[in-house]
Structures are given as structure tokens and as C-alpha cells.
């Protein structure tokens, strides 16, 4: 069976989403300085906080996403988004802009994020969840992107002011920062509609989903599942990989203007990021399709945690670049793989609530990941003065590959052979030509690798669909 359309509108609504997003995170601290006057440090700080208050706010509002359903979480959702970003478009109080920002912006992709992921697993058949949840994280890489030359473009061209209008005889005229701003709420608005007049819910195919419940009673349905628990152990030991991706956002341009001069160009390099996703995940995803998912995770875990070694070795534009190439290669491996086993994890109907639990002990570590990072680059990477970074980037690789290692000798705690969910015959006749499929396949593990990867590519591609 085909995947339904409403499971192309939740791929479709995530592009969207992620652009909007995107944009208005290029040019919030931009426009912090310039409309309100904030330092550097000021604006980084509110930008740092309002993402961390997503997560708290998930936290709050998991039972609520279970209970009202993708379709109307996304609606909701949305609408608060749109009148969020609106608001920023014509805002003039410095404490009407931090209402926005720390309560309406954070509280809209609360709702979004989970129920995104909640309507993909809803509408996409089970045996191209893995495929589906891949095309999920490449068009949120895809909007990453082509969001930020897009927004350079418009500064470029509107440097001063834009005109709008007129509109009954009158003429506007707002910053480039309000218009892009604006923009981000013209793309929220297409996205309300999109999940309020067409998107359907899904809820209808599940027979085990029970009545409205409180979210206490919800709550403590999920904390008494022993596979939740097993899944909050993967979320910890993944805390220290992530941190090797937090460095690489938070301190990584730093590093670059300091070690490499003020020119650097850091946003190309950091470019490298999404497109390299973009590029390899569709071929790691035909080529892995059979891999067990944690184990996969615990594979890409393994890369993503060495590559600050690359930036221990030297600094220049070469081990920048293998850097992020190495630690994207390492995410394309095993994010998206994490969003599937999160949903394949999940009890059905109880997905954000779920995910709101789980995300706990990142949410915990996101409090102390700036703190930690930014004292490392001014101990051991300062602007002025004696640098050792190299001792920074081995720090931060140690504490990835501590994680990772942890992780490979708990691989059976975290997914128990006999706990693993039995695969449908057909999504076996699907799956059965991936990675660890030889004796099914009677390919020879002896072979070249080359050769068993061109053997099992042509046989993936060949075999007739089911």
C-alpha cells in the first residue's frame, strides 16, 4: 500500500516549517541589535533562550499533542506561530518582544515539532518508515540550506528600507529584518491552512487508542513502560555526541575568526553540513535499510564523535572542512534513524507524551551546554592571548567518544534481542536487501565490499516493490 497523500502534506508541512524557521533564526539576532538596540551578548543570550524553552514547553504540553491529535496540534500550532512571527513584524515594546519570544514563539514549535513527527508515523506504512523518516530529515536540511543565502539575498537587495503598499492609499515602509521576518509568517500562514483544511487525522486506524485522559494518567501510563526506559538510556548517552554538534553551532565560528583571522569565511564551511546530508542520506538509507535502527545510531554515534579529532591535528580550511564533513557523514547515519526508533518506541497514542518524557536528559544537558563550551573557548581559544585549542577539540571528542563506547557495551541493555519488534512479512520481502541480509540474499560476505554494495544496490533497486 502506497503512502497516503496526507503523509506527503506532513513532508511537505516540515519543509515549509523548517524554511520559516530557519529564516527567522539567520536574522533574529540581527534584528535584536538593530530595531531594539541589543548588544551581541544580549541578543545571543535571548536567541539561546527561546530555543531552550521549546523542549520545556514540549515537556508541558506532550499529553495535550496525544489528546487533540496531529491534525490539531499542527493547527494550533501554526496559528500561534503565525501570529507570533506577525507580531514581530510590527512589535515596538521591548516587553511585548520578549512575550513573543519566550512565550508564543517557543510554545508554537512545541506543538509542531512532536505532532510533525506524529503524523508522519500516522500516515506513512509502516514498511517505509525509515524511508519516510529520511525524506523527513533531508527536507529539513534542505530548507537549512536554501533558507540563509535566501535571507542574504534580501538583505542585499533592501538594504535600508522595504516598501509595502499601498494598501487604501497609504505606503509602508519597514526594516529588511521586520520584512524577513514578515516573509516567515506569510510561509507560517500557508502552513495553517495546508494542516487546517486538508490534512486529515489519523487517529481513526488505531484501534488501541484510548479515550482523553488526564495528563497525569498519561504520564504515568508511559513512566511504568520498561521500553521507555531503555529508550531514556539511548537519549543519555547520546547527550554526548550531540554535544560535539552543539560545539559545532555554538563555538565552531568562533574558533574559525579566531584561529584563521577575522575574514573566515565559517558560513560556507558550515554549509558543508546540510548539503552533505542531503547527498548521502538517500544512499545510506538504500544501503542500510536493514540495519537494526540502534544499532545504526550506535554507528553513526561512532563517526559523528570522532571528528573534532580532525581539528585536535591542525587548524586551517582543510581539517574545517573534514570536520563538518566527517561529523555530517555521522548524523546522516543516525538522526533520522533516531526519529524512527522514537516512533517505533512510542506507544501508539501516546507519542508526545512519550517524546516529552524522553527528552528530559537532553533537555537537562542543553542547560549546561552553552556554559561549558563558552568557558572552554575562552580558557583554551581566547580572542586575545596564548591559544591551545587543539586540547578544546580533544575535550570535546572525549566526551563523544566516552558516550559512544558506553553506548556499544550497553547495545543489548538499550534493545534486547528478544525485545526487538518482529518485522511483517512484507516489509521483510521490502527490507531483506540491505546490510546483514546475506545468508537471505546468498551473497558472499567474503566478497570485496564494493562488490557486495553494487550487489545488493542493483538488487534493492530491481526487486519488484510490494
Known amino acids: 500500500r502506497k503512502t497516503s497523500i496526507d503523509g506527503w502534506l506532513v513532508v511537505l508541512l516540515k519543509f515549509l516549517e523548517s524554511y520559516g524557521f530557519f529564516m527567522l533564526s539567520y536574522d533574529l539576532v540581527l534584528f535584536l541589535s538593530e530595531e531594539f538596540g541589543f548588544t551581541d551578548e544580549e541578543a545571543t543570550w535571548c536567541y ?45 515594546s521591548i516587553d511585548a518582544l520578549l ?36 525524506i523527513f530529515y533531508v527536507v529539513m536540511n534542505l530548507a537549512a540550506l536554501t533558507a540563509a543565502p535566501a535571507v542574504d539575498a534580501f538583505h542585499a537587495r533592501w538594504s535600508q528600507e522595504v516598501e509595502l503598499g499601498p494598501f487604501a492609499g497609504v505606503v509602508y515602509r519597514i526594516s529588511s529584518c521586520r520584512t524577513v521576518m514578515f516573509l516567515s509568517a506569510v510561509i507560517t ?16 486506524k488505531f484501534e ?50 579566531r584561529e584563521l583571522g577575522p575574514e573566515s569565511t565559517f558560513g560556507a564551511v558550515l554549509a558543508i553540513n546540510p548539503s552533505c546530508v542531503i547527498v548521502t542520506l538517500p544512499l545510506i538509507t538504500i544501503l542500510f535499510l536493514d540495519f537494526p ?11 559523528a564523535s570522532v571528528s573534532p579529532l580532525v581539528l585536535a591535528a591542525g587548524h586551517s580550511y582543510t581539517t574545517s572542512v573534514a570536520f563538518v564533513t566527517v561529523l555530517s557523514l555521522g548524523e546522516a547515519v543516525w538522526c533520522p534513524r533516531l526519529f524512527e526508533y522514537t516512533m517505533s518506541m512510542a506507544p501508539t497514542g501516546r507519542e508526545g507524551t512519550f517524546m516529552a518524557l524522553a527528552a528530559t536528559p537532553t533537555l537537562l544537558a542543553s542547560g549546561i551546554y552553552g ?16 591559544r591551545r585549542s587543539e586540547l578544546m577539540w580533544l575535550a570535546v571528542s572525549s566526551v563523544a ?34 546490510w546483514g541480509a546475506h545468508e537471505r540474499m546468498e551473497i558472499d560476505p567474503s566478497q570485496p565490499w564494493h562488490k557486495r554494495v553494487f550487489v545488493e544496490a542493483k538488487s534493492w533497486l530491481t526487486t519488484r516493490r510490494v
Open 371 to 386: 556554559s561549558i563550551s563558552h568557558a572552554m573557548l575562552e580558557a583554551l581559544c581566547p580572542e586575545h592571548g596564548e
Open 99 to 134: 512575550f513573543v519570544l519566550f512565550i508564543w514563539l517557543p510554545l508554537g514549535s512545541a506543538l509542531c515539532g512532536p505532532a510533525m513527527m506524529i503524523g508522519l508515523k500516522r500516515h506513512v506504512n509502516a514498511r517505509n518508515l525509515t524511508i519516510g523518516f529520511s
Open 293 to 303: 535502527a540502534v544499532k545504526m545510531i550506535w554507528s553513526g554515534a561512532v563517526v
Open 189 to 204: 500562514l500557508v502552513s495553517f491552512l495546508i494542516s487546517f483544511l486538508f490534512l486529515r487525522d489519523a487517529v481513526e
Open 48 to 92: 539561546t533562550t527561546y530555543n531552550l524553552l521549546v523542549p520545556v514547553y514540549g515537556f508541558a504540553i506532550g499529553a495535550w499533542i496525544d489528546n487533540m491529535g496531529a491534525k490539531w496540534s499542527l493547527t494550533c500550532g501554526f496559528f500561534v506561530l503565525f501570529c507570533a512571527r506577525m507580531a514581530l513584524t510590527c512589535v515596538s
Open 401 to 434: 567518544i566516552l558516550s559512544a563506547t558506553v553506548m556499544g557495551l550497553l547495545i543489548d541493555v538499550i534493545e534486547p534481542p528478544g525485545a526487538r519488534v518482529p518485522i511483517p512479512r512484507k516489509m521483510q520481502m521490502l527490507r531483506g536487501h540491505g
Open 208 to 257: 488501541d487508542r484510548k479515550s482523553l485522559q488526564s495528563p497525569g494518567t498519561l504520564y504515568g501510563e508511559v513512566l511504568r513502560e520498561q521500553r521507555f526506559w531503555r529508550f531514556v538510556l539511548l537519549v543519555m548517552l547520546l547527550v554526548g555526541v550531540r554535544f560535539v554538534h552543539r560545539n559545532m553551532e555554538g563555538i565552531f565560528p568562533q574558533y574559525m575568526q
